[in-house]
């Protein structure tokens, strides 16, 4: 019987003390000796220009700063997502051209690992966050355009169309190089045969962007022991 | 005392018609500013939780956003050389519109921000796929819904929500309310086992096995106002509690039920019911998110389920309605020179026994007083039910069931029983010393215990509290473990 009483007495008791806390919760104090953190709105800010601050190592967009992009394609092979494409170009000096340098922020997971990769520190991360768009083709905040460089931002109609026409050339060079083998005799070193025939299978690889990249890196060490080859 | 349903019922109407119309206005405005009310609960809801919880809550879906630019892009389209008559006649039907909702959103997205959360979500559910699983049994699946929330809402024709605002006032109000809010049993049972969802049906059993156990206390404390204010009908409790025995006398705070002494032990008692009829937190097993993913409306998607929730919240305005009237005074203002001021006709006592023939008649500005009394009393006890959603964990089912059967109904039963006993003891004090003194007596009383109890709840809610004193309570609630339930 007295068991009854105290029970209805612990209920009642424990309820309150619990809807103390609560209430004093309720009018915004600071309470529980473990609590260190509240939770903060987000002013909706969406650049640095805003007064916003943001920490010292943050990792925002990618950016290519100055002139210093030698075409190495360290970053795209860095890259866990394949986000980078870069395209090189042999002018007619002879100098390395770099015609393309996508970088599609929607994909970009903001790893830095191609900020570490690049040899000239040509590619950095600014502290821009805002990406935010109606449509996911509004290209100008989105993919990296390297208009100073003289380079320009493929189409994915003209990243195809280019695509094709190496492969036509490099079958057209295969062709030739078949045809010319066995219209002239048999060249006495096998090797600069198979160096031509290599020559072709390295052209394709790199530029395919639907392509995984696993037939890129069999083609680098190639490509290594090629360096003057036209094609890398 | 006439009210509408006598107005409607001996008015000569051309045709039948018009009184079924005239009916339904009448509910339709009454169902639609409580379903408006409970939208709106939905919002302090989030809004409570988020506070208890030290977070934001909802705070982006403010007017200017959503209406200010509709109706920016109507002007700007109209103001446009080549647009067409109508385009421009609703950019200058609108125009006029944008100074005072801007002003508005400025005030609003102040007080309340994210307020139009609710209209948000009520449209999003709206356009919700309605999907009905393969096997459910298709009629009673669709029918469910609508039994509950049909129930919730059919309490809301007896609340008094003023002296002269009410649908109807039964002789038999309150026991009205009781039988009809017990039909939401009916629903929750098919939605149970229409949806052909084993967790489902299991969410909806034990829902209805804890909403028909509740059912008792509930009527037990029912009982008891019933006996303490010696009618059914909300109205006269209302003005029982009020307590107008001649010119000038009555109409205090402490003289509402609440402070009656077994009244007082039974407040605690009805809610603590009233809080398991919503299956609300702590008694929301049939709905446990974390157990039976969501119940008995497990399957319900879009529309439907948000009907469910409309029944919730509607059942606990009822309820907390409910609660008012039996213990708070209804409509009443609690300050007694006030409430005299207000009449505008005077009520008429019987001079042998002293008791009201006629009931006051208050001016109109009295009456809406009265109405933003009841609206305020209300919604108190509506936050008071958000509070404990966020302080107290969830019951298990035989908890729950122990609860109720082991404490809550034999607390009533002896209040009953003691409030039976105490009006016999009080009858023969009346006649030793005599009826005036002991109404001085009660008077003063229950004054001192009023202020003593608003005292203590002030001392005690006093916030902030120290860190020390939260782990001090904290150990009271540990020290206790899961006492007193099993």
Redesign the interface.
């Known amino acids: 019987m007295f068991q009854?009483f105290?029970?209805?007495y612990?209920?009642?008791?424990?309820?309150?003390?619990?809807?103390?806390?609560?209430?004093?919760?309720?009018?915004?104090?600071?309470?529980?000796?473990k609590?260190t953190v509240?939770?903060i709105?987000y002013d909706g800010s969406t650049s640095l220009a805003q007064g916003v601050k943001v920490a010292e190592r943050f990792r925002g967009h990618l950016r290519l700063q100055g002139n210093n992009c030698i075409g190495c394609k360290s970053c795209m092979k860095v890259c866990p997502i394949d986000c980078i494409w870069v395209d090189t170009e042999k002018s007619e000096t002879g100098k390395l051209h770099v015609s393309r340098f996508d970088v599609d922020q929607l994909k970009c997971m903001y790893c830095g690992l191609c900020v570490r990769a690049c040899p000239t520190a040509g590619l950095v991360m600014t502290k821009e966050w805002w990406g935010a768009t109606f449509h996911t083709d509004d290209g100008t905040n989105l993919h990296g355009q390297i208009k100073h460089l003289g380079a320009g931002y493929y189409t994915p109609e003209q990243k195809l169309e280019i695509e094709r026409k190496r492969l036509e050339a490099a079958e057209a060079k295969k062709k030739a190089a078949a045809a010319a083998a066995k219209a002239a005799p048999p060249p006495p070193p096998p090797a600069a045969a198979e160096k031509k025939a290599e020559a072709p299978a390295q052209a394709v690889p790199p530029v395919s962007p639907p392509a995984s990249p696993a037939p890129s890196s069999p083609a680098t060490p190639a490509a290594e022991e090629n360096p003057d080859k036209p094609a890398a | 005392m006439p009210d509408l349903y006598d107005f409607l019922m001996t008015h000569h109407w051309g045709s039948s018609a018009s009184a079924f119309i005239a009916v339904f206005v009448a509910c339709g405005v009454a169902v639609g500013v409580v379903l408006f009310v409970v939208g709106f609960s939905t919002y302090v809801e989030r809004k409570v939780a988020a506070d208890i919880q030290r977070r934001i809550g909802p705070n982006q879906c403010n007017i200017g956003p959503f209406f200010g630019e509709l109706l920016r892009v109507i002007v700007r389209n109209g103001a446009d050389p080549r647009a067409d008559p109508l385009a421009r006649a609703m950019a200058a039907v609108c125009k006029p519109f944008l100074p005072p909702l801007d002003a508005l959103d400025k005030v609003l997205s102040k007080l309340a921000p994210g307020v139009l959360i609710f209209m948000a979500d009520g449209l999003k559910l709206i356009l919700k796929e309605d999907i009905i699983p393969d096997a459910a049994d298709k009629r009673l699946f669709r029918a469910a819904p609508y039994i509950v929330l049909a129930s919730a809402l059919g309490g809301l024709a007896v609340l008094p929500f003023s002296d002269a605002v009410y649908v109807a006032d039964f002789n038999i109000g309150i026991f009205y309310v009781a039988a009809i809010t017990s039909l939401e049993v009916l629903g929750i049972l098919m939605a149970g086992w229409a949806s052909n969802n084993k967790w489902a049906l299991l969410g909806g059993m034990r829902a209805a096995a804890q909403i028909v156990s509740y059912e008792l206390p509930v009527g037990l404390a029912v009982a008891t106002g019933i006996l303490v204010s010696g009618t059914m009908s909300m109205q006269g409790m209302t003005f029982d509690q009020l307590s107008l025995r001649h010119a000038g006398s009555g109409g205090w705070l402490w003289q509402w039920n609440l402070f009656h002494p077994a009244m007082f032990v039974l407040a605690p008692a009805y809610f603590l019911a009233a809080l398991a009829e919503c299956n609300r937190t702590p008694f929301d097993i049939p709905e446990a998110e974390s157990e039976l993913v969501a119940g008995y409306h497990t399957e319900y998607s879009g529309m439907r389920f948000s009907l469910f929730f409309m029944a919730e919240y509607a059942m606990m305005v009822v309820t907390s309605a409910v609660a008012v009237t039996l213990f708070l005074g209804g409509w009443s203002t609690g300050i007694g020179s006030l409430e005299w001021a207000l009449m505008a006709k005077e009520p008429q006592f019987d001079a042998a026994t002293g008791l009201m023939t006629a009931p006051p008649v208050y001016v109109w500005y009295g009456t809406l007083l009265h109405l933003l009394a009841f609206a305020l009393k209300t919604y108190a006890m509506i936050f008071l039910m958000m509070w404990i959603r966020w302080t107290l964990p969830r019951f298990r089912v035989d908890q729950m069931m122990a609860l109720c059967w082991k404490k809550l109904i034999p607390i009533s039963l002896a209040c009953l029983l003691c409030t039976a006993a105490w009006m016999i003891a009080r009858m023969m004090l009346a006649q030793e010393l005599g009826a005036a003194t002991l109404e001085r007596i009660t008077f003063w009383l229950r004054a001192a215990f009023a202020l003593g109890v608003a005292a203590w709840l002030v001392w005690y809610f006093r916030g902030p509290i120290a860190p020390a004193e939260v782990v001090a309570e904290e150990e009271v609630i540990a020290s206790a473990g899961s006492a007193p339930l099993p």
């Open positions: 009854f105290q029970d209805v612990l209920g009642v008791r424990t309820f309150l003390a619990g809807m103390r806390v609560t209430g004093a919760y309720l009018k915004n104090a600071n309470l529980h000796p609590e509240t939770t709105a």
